[in-house]
């Protein structure tokens, strides 16, 4: 039993420090696709068919106010205050969820709308 312990119990410590590293310090998302053309920015456009392939805890993107994000490392910290509330807007337009929570409780916070920008990948593709 003591040599269980004498190995198991390191191990949990390094797991455990890890996790910690990894939450504190997660991976930085990558940028948007872009190109620049002249003065001009040309952003990926994202269509709501590609955006609804996307709908899981583990590859959550929403378009929200016509920018399509990758929101999977976020739902994925289990950070989120409403826990799996944020899986009711993976793969489709959740412009009015956020904008219009559905449980009465109004739109999102001011400290939700400046966390996105870190989640774009494209814009909305309007056809």
């Not at 620049?36 to 952003?43: L, Q, V």
């Not at 899986?87 to 400046?114: I, Q, V, W, Y």
Request: hydrophobic content about 40%.
């Amino acid at each position: 039993m003591k040599k269980i312990l004498m190995i198991a119990v390191p191990l949990l410590l390094v797991a455990g420090l890890y996790y910690g590293y990894q939450m504190m310090y997660p991976k930085p998302m990558p940028k948007p696709v872009s190109n620049t053309t002249g003065d001009t920015m040309i952003t990926k456009k994202i269509s709501l068919d590609e955006i609804a392939e996307h709908a899981t805890a583990d590859s959550c993107w929403m378009a929200i106010q016509g920018k399509v994000y990758d929101v999977t490392p976020f739902v994925k910290s289990g950070f989120h205050p409403g826990k799996d509330a944020i899986l009711l807007g993976c793969g489709k337009d959740a412009t009015e969820m956020f904008t219009n929570r559905p449980n009465g409780s109004g739109s999102h916070s001011e400290k939700a709308f400046s966390g996105l920008p870190k989640y774009e990948i494209g814009l909305l593709a309007t056809n």
